[in-house]
């Protein structure tokens, strides 16, 4: 062996033999090192930053339920499906309620027809007054040339004495008839066909019955999938039960269980990261701290905790945090209810409400789907009271049947 094998060997001798005090020194210093990069990293950037895997995606689900009693004929959506806002989902038996509709349209036809015969009775009872007028004064003045033959004896007093009976009768048929126009005026008085106290209940009941009639079929207030779809055909249903879910998938929100001590930085509007099990970490959502619960969640449990009973043990609650999520991020990489996720929040800043005490201007949600209903009833009513009121005849010469001497009857149309 020459002298350089030997010192080589003298050194690796030496490595393994370098006193403990300098490897734990080694360590020491190691673990200072990383702990000081820690620290570092948490003062510049984890302290800003509260996250959770406690996070599921959250949607309305929106109930689709009878509002009249009837049979099911038709089922036109099954679960999985997508449906249009306004599509028919379910199609009840009409029968009971199209003869009801026939009905009350009916009815409708028979009263206006039966209100412009109390008009056309009040034309005519003012025809009549102008009569007993006519004949009064006739009679007056019959009474009162008799009176002059009278006085000078070329009538006995018994002729005199039948014509002041005439005048009497006279009198007493004007203030009959009067009586009678002023009866039927006061039915009529200060409204018109379309108002008119009679026509408008029946107006009413045709609206009613029409829409009755229309809710034998079920539209879908939304545009969204079908799911729990529990209805039958065949099945006799009430109102109120639930027959299938439509559930908007592009009107999602995350809600993330954040325990108590993570809220204190947090405030409506600061930035969130989230990811979904679904997808992994390759995509990424971003959203914003929408709002906070009201309470934590075991205060609104089916069984909420009693801490009166003298057994309770304290645990950190969580308090649900909705987290709104990007509309085009939500439509890339569609999400379900009830996927789990994780969220992070950035807390950095701290300028926003942590309750925001606003309340809105506009619904938070709203269809417009039932509004045709309402319409196309108006549409009917109308149609009814058009055909029945004017029938064959001109418009100004069925108004005027509709006017009368007084001024104030004058003035509401009749």
């Known amino acids: ?27 020491l210093g190691a673990f200072l090192l990383m702990g000081g990069a820690y620290g ?13 895997d406690d996070a599921y995606v959250n949607g309305n689900v929106v109930e689709i339920t009878p509002q009249i009693s009837g049979t099911v004929v038709e089922i036109a959506a099954d679960d999985t499906q997508f449906v249009k806002k306004g599509q028919p989902l379910v199609r009840l038996d009409p029968a009971d309620a199209k003869v009801a509709l026939d009905e009350a349209e009916a009815q409708l036809a028979t009263t206006v027809r039966s209100v412009r015969n109390i008009v056309a009775t009040s034309a005519q009872l003012r025809d009549e007054v102008a009569v007993r007028e006519s004949d009064l004064a006739a009679a007056k003045e019959d009474l009162a040339r008799r009176e002059q033959l009278r006085r000078t004896g070329a009538i006995s007093g018994e002729e005199f004495q039948h014509a002041g009976d005439a005048v009497r009768t006279a009198t007493a048929a004007l203030h009959a008839a009067q009586q009678q126009l002023t009866a039927t005026r006061v039915r009529i008085e200060g ?22 009639y229309s809710r034998t079929m079920l539209p879908a207030p939304v545009s969204g999938y079908v799911a729990k779809r529990n209805v039958q055909l065949g099945e006799r249903v009430s109102p109120g039960l639930a027959l299938m ?17 993570q809220l204190a930085g947090m405030r409506v509007g600061q930035p969130v990261t989230l990811t ?16 906070f619960g009201a309470g934590t969640g075991a205060v609104f449990s089916l069984l909420p905790a009693q801490n009166a009973t003298g057994n309770w043990i304290k645990i950190v609650q969580r308090v649900p945090v909705r987290i709104a999520l990007d509309p085009r991020e939500v439509s890339a990489h569609p999400l379900r209810i009830g996927l789990s996720m994780k969220a992070d929040v950035l807390i950095r800043d701290r300028e926003g409400a942590r309750l925001v005490a606003t309340t809105r201007s506009v619904p938070a949600y709203s269809t417009d789907v039932f509004d045709s209903i309402d319409a196309a009833a108006e549409a009917r009513v109308r149609a009814i009271i058009a055909a029945n009121a004017f029938g064959t ?12 001497d007084e001024p104030r009857a004058a003035s509401h149309g009749f």
């Open 1 to 27: 062996m020459d002298i350089d094998s030997k010192s080589n060997a003298t050194r690796r001798r030496s490595w393994w033999q370098v006193p403990r005090w300098r490897w734990l020194a080694l360590a």
């Open 40 to 52: 570092a990293y948490w003062v510049a950037v984890a302290r800003y930053h509260q996250g959770t």
């Open 191 to 212: 409204t018109t066909l379309e108002d008119h106290p009679d026509v408008r209940n029946a107006a009413a009941a045709v609206r009613s019955a029409y829409i009755a």
């Open 245 to 261: 879910s439509v559930v908007p998938l592009d009107q999602v929100w995350v809600d993330a269980n954040f325990k108590e001590p």
């Open 276 to 291: 979904a099990d679904l997808y992994g970490r390759s995509v990424l959502y971003h959203g914003t701290v929408a709002g």
């Open 393 to 404: 005849k001109s418009n100004a010469t069925d108004r005027a049947l509709f006017a009368v």
